[in-house]
């Protein structure tokens, strides 16, 4: 998911009140345990990533991503599900089959556990969401700032600052690279085909890398580059992010008494 | 402004001095050009003076280096970085932030300024540098010439009083060149001295007080002659068979943008074309299309007799040579180099005879990445050539290069094309353009002109 | 939960461990902007080695372990071997893990104590042996140590804790034995590639 340049209501939060809230979504998501909690964090994270009104394209994106989250759980847990009482509803594997059948306790797939995975699944999906919500809505370098005023080392801040500014660049050469290895005749079909490329890919890939990082340092310490540095950007609270954090937190909170006032 | 005293720099390791008692004295506001060869001396004259010797490059000195009053080896580089800026060959590396904004102030940021100044800097340096109108675009999709541009605002809002350049249109287009001549002229306006680094330095010429001419080290003070020692051109055979022909060529990236139109043109065998015009004007896209690399949207080609050839139809019968040589190499040895592309189509000479053309037999053992430039531009040619392809395509192939190294390019070019071979490379360098038997020129598209070099 | 947290708690401990070491023998390392230039391209490479490894085969879940572990661990060992330091492996690794989130999965603070276990076992591990990559041995049994620790912690601590998921022993069993393969496999093509950089880079060409 790439930043979205528009003006919403999450582009205008603090970075920092967006990491809040994911943080808090994070707890949540592993706190919550009934399906109806489950699914109260789940439509409430989608509340949020639709204030961004996403393109089309990014939509369909995400919900293949869930769908994929969907069914993968499901599937995985239909098979694990160790729980009784649980149903069979296809056998693969009985325990009693020689060593597989003792090594494994028996394969076959679980009604209850296809029910549990779809369930679990949200917990994935709620995330994907909420994850991707804040990277759309905030600026690659306002989140670095928010992670480092929030105790991320600033020598880590510079290291991603730079790694984001070159991966275009170093897209574009690994492309042209593996042109440049066909045009010699290099075979880069298939599997074996995709190994050979890595291969030759990298020496030249790396070598032209450690290049262009001896100038770029250069060019920072022409810079005064020292690793302390002050920002033009500035993260400034305002009381949207008040109210904003002020009802995440309560309900977060009430989240969590619901689940454990509920039977 | 600077003063040098008697001074002499050596490498660790190194026998001889980089630099041998040079003596002299900038004035403030003074326009300098230091030119020589390569390795005699120039980078690391600059590197003197603006401090990275020795904070950040190790070596032994004698002598006396004073810039604005104080000696580089005794204060930081933030201080130094007050007083003198630093401009690099290569614009891609010198540009940290996403956006171009940011990475004009990312300097002033480094200095600790408060963060109003940092603003007020950064706006007049945008002006000044004719960025305002790109200050929220994302610095990946600048053009070359703009990032140079960018590089020069970042250092120009941290507020020295001498800037230095280190070879900076090297890698620019002749728009490029033109729009740093102005930026030089500005500088000079707003009395700031200047140390320009440049081999091709004639557009220059008319801006600078002085020139200063370096070799092995030391300040000679005679001027250079012709930088060049130009090998006779060859003279082509009679155009016999085609080897390329393009009819009606359109070709658009996007819908409504032709970046080519109406390419009408026929190259013979053992031709040496040189297809020119500025960035944009569609000449690496029409390279592309006749190395097949790019299909036309419009439009009839053949290539050495197949009709609308694929690329895999075309490998080992065009060579394309793209502009970076590192990215081409990718064997461990010199000889594995010249030998990947025909071992793979299956002949199995030896690559002595391709050795001998690039003169690189003594070399032969050593990893290609150990190369000079010079060297590995020869050896990324001599690579494609050793598959022995009908047509050659380069594109750029003298950026970087100095004169020795332009000099064996082109020869190992001339003799591939006595022997039928076809040349065809893009170029925005006058000189190298000359040395061509026929020269295309595109513009915005179209070909503008058609002609015998003369 | 409290296995969760006591994850955490590990990661802390582990750090801690780090840091006492390189305090003791007076080894806290400095990096360069070299350094730290360097290290953000192998973040770049990093991602950039994966990018084709996250579509078509390892879509498959079962041998996707196997097939995702050996570009990864190839481009990290090549990067260490780069800058042989301590705090190298951390730099890579979590840097990484943040451009990845910054820029595409999304920030996701459940992710961050995995990154960090990753590094410090490694860190830990070459700290111990005073060895950073030099022999193939030591960067076989670092490739061993990495596929461990980041399957058993995702499928015995990550996936039942967080995502609630559960899976059974032979399964974690076999998920496990592939990513160490991976792991393996991908320290020694590591080595194997960065051979010849290394060469290149003393002799001085780049």
């Not at chain 1, 759980?73 to 509803?89: D, H, K, N, V, W």
């Not at chain 1, 105790?151 to 593996?178: N, W």
């Not at chain 1, 690793?227 to 993260?235: A, C, F, I, P, S």
């Not at chain 3, 969760?4 to 990096?31: E, Q």
Request: aromatic letters at 10%; glycine letters at 8%; hydrophobic letters at 45%.
């Amino acid at each position: 998911m790439k930043y979205l340049d528009k003006e919403t209501f999450l582009h205008r939060l603090d970075p920092r009140s967006k990491i809040v809230m994911g943080l808090m979504g994070a707890i949540l998501i592993v706190v919550l345990k009934t399906p109806i909690a489950l699914f109260l964090l789940f439509l409430t994270v989608l509340t949020i990533f639709a204030l961004l009104r996403p393109a089309r394209r990014t939509c369909r994106t995400i919900i293949v991503l869930m769908a994929t989250a969907f069914c993968f759980t499901m599937i995985s847990q239909g098979f694990f599900y160790a729980l009784e009482p649980r149903t069979a509803i296809m056998t693969f594997l009985t325990p009693e089959s020689g060593m597989m059948g003792s090594i494994t306790g028996g394969i076959a797939l679980y009604r209850e556990g296809i029910i549990y995975g779809a369930l679990q699944s949200l917990r994935l999906c709620s995330a994907m969401l909420l994850s991707a919500a804040i990277v759309m809505s905030t600026y690659p370098a306002d989140l670095l700032l928010g992670m480092g005023s929030l105790g991320v080392p600033e020598r880590i801040g510079f290291v991603v600052t730079v790694s984001i500014r070159f991966l275009p660049v170093l897209l574009d050469e690994a492309q042209r690279i593996l042109l440049a290895q066909k045009l010699r005749g290099l075979n880069t079909k298939g599997v074996r085909g995709g190994f050979r490329a890595f291969r030759y890919l990298l020496p030249p890939l790396i070598i032209d890398s450690l290049r262009n990082a001896r100038r770029t340092a250069l060019a920072a310490e022409v810079r005064a580059f020292t690793g302390k540095r002050t920002t033009v950007r500035e993260l400034r609270f305002a009381v949207r992010d008040w109210v904003t954090l002020g009802f995440s937190g309560a309900g977060m909170i009430m989240l969590i008494l619901y689940q454990a006032v509920s039977p | 402004m600077i003063t040098i005293d008697s001074f002499s720099f050596t490498y660790p390791g190194m026998e001889v001095p980089a630099l041998q008692d040079i003596s002299l004295g900038i004035e403030s506001g003074e326009a300098v050009l230091v030119r020589g060869a390569s390795g005699s001396g120039k980078s690391t004259f600059l590197y003197c003076l603006n401090g990275l010797i020795p904070h950040v490059f190790a070596g032994s000195s004698v002598g006396v280096v004073r810039l604005n009053g104080f000696a580089p080896s005794e204060v930081p580089l933030r201080e130094i970085a007050k007083t003198v800026g630093t401009v690099f060959q290569n614009p891609e590396s010198q540009v940290f932030m996403m956006r171009v904004e940011d990475d004009v102030s990312f300097g002033c940021e480094n200095l600790l300024l408060p963060r109003e100044e940092i603003i007020r800097r950064r706006d007049e340096s945008l002006r000044f540098m004719g960025l305002w109108d790109l200050r929220r675009r994302e610095t990946f999709k600048l053009s070359g010439g703009q990032k140079q541009r960018l590089a020069i605002s970042s250092i120009y809002a941290m507020g020295p009083k001498v800037f230095m350049f280190d070879e900076p249109t090297t890698d620019l287009d002749g728009s490029g060149r033109q729009e740093f001549k102005n930026i030089i002229r500005n500088l000079k306006d707003k009395g700031k001295t200047i140390v320009l680094v440049e081999h091709q330095y004639e557009d220059y010429l008319p801006l600078m007080d002085r020139i200063i001419t370096l070799e092995g080290g030391r300040i000679v003070n005679n001027g250079m002659t012709t930088e060049v020692p130009t090998p006779a051109r060859a003279t082509t055979a009679p155009p016999t068979r085609r080897a390329i022909s393009l009819k009606g060529i359109r070709f658009d990236y996007e819908r409504g943008k032709n970046v080519l139109e109406n390419i009408d043109m026929e190259i013979q065998r053992g031709e040496i074309v040189a297809l020119r015009g500025d960035n944009g004007s569609g000449k690496t896209t029409l390279l592309k299309i006749l190395g097949g690399i790019l299909k036309p949207i419009e439009g009839q080609i053949t290539i050495l007799d197949i009709p609308a050839p694929t690329l895999e139809s075309l490998v080992g019968r065009v060579g394309f040579l793209f502009q970076n040589p590192d990215e081409q190499l990718f064997a461990q040895t010199v000889e594995e180099e010249i030998s990947f592309g025909f071992s793979r189509l299956g002949n199995n000479e030896g690559s002595d005879r391709y050795l001998d053309i690039a003169g690189l037999n003594t070399l032969r053992h050593r990893h290609p990445q150990t190369l000079s430039r010079g060297q590995r531009q020869i050896l990324a040619v001599v690579s494609v050539m050793a598959m022995e392809p009908g047509i050659l395509i380069l594109d750029e192939p003298t950026t970087g290069l100095d004169s020795g190294s332009w000099h064996k390019l082109f020869s190992v070019l001339y003799d591939y094309a006595d022997q039928g071979g076809t040349v065809i490379f893009s170029t925005h360098n006058e000189h190298a353009a000359a040395m061509s038997y026929r020269q295309i020129v595109l513009n915005e598209g179209r070909i503008i002109s058609d002609e015998i070099s003369r | 939960m409290n296995l969760y947290i006591g994850s955490v708690i590990l990661i802390v401990i582990l750090g801690g461990a780090i840091f006492h070491l390189l305090r003791t023998r007076n080894a806290i390392p400095t990096f360069s902007i070299q350094d730290l230039v360097t290290a953000a391209l192998f973040c770049s490479l990093l991602y950039i080695a994966i990018l084709p490894f996250k579509f078509g085969l390892s879509r498959i879940p079962v041998i996707q372990a196997f097939f995702f572990s050996i570009p990864y661990t190839a481009m990290l060992f090549i990067g260490i071997r780069m800058i042989p330091k301590a705090g190298t492996t951390t730099l890579i690794i979590c840097g990484h893990s943040l451009l990845s989130q910054t820029i595409s999965s999304g920030v996701n603070p459940l992710w961050w104590p995995y990154a960090l276990l990753a590094s410090f076992v490694l860190e830990l591990y070459f700290l111990v042996t005073k060895n950073y990559l030099q022999t193939t041995r030591n960067a076989l049994c670092a490739g061993f140590f990495r596929g461990l620790t980041v399957y058993i912690y995702f499928y015995c601590f990550s996936a039942p804790f967080i995502w609630h998921q559960f899976y059974a022993p032979w399964y974690i069993a076999i998920q496990t034995a592939q990513g160490i393969a991976g792991s393996i496999i991908g320290a020694y093509i590591g080595m194997h590639l960065s051979k010849p950089i290394i060469s290149a880079f003393r002799y001085g060409g780049i």
